[in-house]
């Protein structure tokens, strides 16, 4: 499959996309760390709610923001990638007002938690570094929050500090990005969007291993 555009294009938007939202990159860093407080203080009962009402924020933001204002005159198909955004924020803005009861963002036995705060911090900080390092620029490039790619690792993150059967309706999407975010990676070579592949295998992983270990009837 060709991509209708080049690598020099790609990260052109996101130089744009940057200068145009700036300082917008700090308050979902803000953002991102208020939800990540809230579960490790394990003292807020609104916490689900929290987190949920974040991420629906983040989701929103990059649906509309990036890909529907622009990333899709560079790319029509990012018109379908908004929708699939928008959804997922409005599937997280349905569970912060009305979670189901059993679902808990928490740090639990497990090796959940521990693969989960390894990808939040892999989205918040080393994702920056691995494109700085790549010589992309701090600013010319996907960030925390305010791109697909490290929102959704981010994302994957969280969704691997909650428990409850209910956790599968939100992760579809996610893994369907994380299919499509490594598709383009490995075509644009953007190294650090590797770890996307990494987080929805692990994902995938974690449902299908609680899904075993549950009862059936």
């Known amino acids: 499959m060709n991509l209708p555009f080049g690598v020099e294009q790609f990260f052109a938007v996101f130089t744009a996309y ?24 394990g ?27 622009f990333f899709s005159p560079l790319n029509p198909v990012a018109r379908v990638f908004a929708g699939l955004f928008v959804a997922q924020a409005a599937l997280f803005a349905v569970y912060a007002v009305i979670a189901p009861p059993e679902l808990r963002f928490e740090l639990r036995a497990g090796w959940q938690p521990i693969a989960g705060l390894a990808l939040i911090l892999y989205s918040a900080l080393v994702y920056e570094i691995l494109g700085i ?7 010319n ?22 428990g409850g059967r209910s956790v599968v309706p939100l992760s579809v999407i996610p893994v369907i ?3 499509i975010g490594t598709g383009a990676a490995l075509m644009l070579q953007v190294r650090e969007d590797f770890g996307l592949a990494m987080a929805g295998l692990i994902l995938i992983i974690s449902l299908t ?3 075993l270990r549950r009862p059936q009837s």
Do not use: K
């Open 43 to 69: 003292r807020s009962p609104a916490r689900e709610r929290i987190v949920f009402t974040v991420l629906s924020l983040l989701w929103a933001w990059n649906g509309v923001a990036y890909q529907l204002l």
């Open 18 to 41: 940057n200068r145009a939202i700036w300082p917008f990159q700090i308050v979902a860093y803000a953002l991102g760390a208020f939800a990540v407080g809230a579960i490790l203080s």
């Open 133 to 139: 390092a790549a010589g992309h620029g701090l600013m």
């Open 141 to 162: 490039g996907p960030l925390f929050g305010v791109a697909p790619c490290p929102s959704t690792i981010f994302t994957i993150g969280l969704l691997l500090l909650l």
């Open 177 to 179: 990005w994380a299919l």
């Open 209 to 211: 291993s609680d899904w």
